[in-house]
């Protein structure tokens, strides 16, 4: 199974990362190059223990559909999703945040996931599949460092 990991230094307090990572409106609005929205499940706010989002969105020419929970949850320190239902054959993404000061925070990325019909999605994986998922991964978390080390993030929570 593929692994994606990286780490962000973000200039702003933990629970405000933390909150706005896990802000639906947010996600939506950084997300919007594919014009991701949630479509049932948490659609609004910020998404919680146990609580789940269907998500529609236009990803390798395809509009697609899938439906993750928040299956891990130490707020501020983590929370992690999983796909409930989708193209994947399973994901998982962690994400951890670190309290560095009490201004500066490191927020740790790990998704792990497996490619769906066996050996060709193994092949799809290692051709492009790891490398569109990373920087769409990427651009999602640089999108919210932006939003933290500005005043853009009060648009999303309170």
Not at 77 to 88: K, N
Not at 93 to 112: G, K, M, N, V, Y
């Amino acid at each position: 199974m593929p692994l994606i990991t990286f780490t962000t230094l973000i200039n702003a307090p933990i629970d405000r990362c933390f909150d706005l990572a896990r802000s639906i409106d947010f996600h939506m609005h950084s997300m919007r190059a594919t014009s991701e929205r949630a479509i049932a499940g948490t659609t609004t706010g910020l998404i919680g223990p146990g609580q789940e989002v269907t998500w529609q969105a236009r990803h390798l020419g395809r509009l697609r559909t899938l439906t993750s929970r928040i299956c891990a949850f130490d707020a501020p320190r983590m929370f992690a999703d999983e796909m409930v239902t989708g193209d994947f054959k399973s994901f998982r993404h962690e994400h951890t945040f670190t309290p560095l000061s009490p201004t500066t925070t490191q927020l740790d990325d790990r998704f792990e996931f497996a490619a769906p019909l066996g050996p060709l999605g193994h092949l799809a994986s290692a051709l492009f599949l790891t490398a569109y998922m990373r920087r769409l991964l990427k651009g999602h978390t640089q999108r919210l460092r932006a939003a933290l080390e500005s005043d853009e993030w009060k648009d999303f929570i309170r």
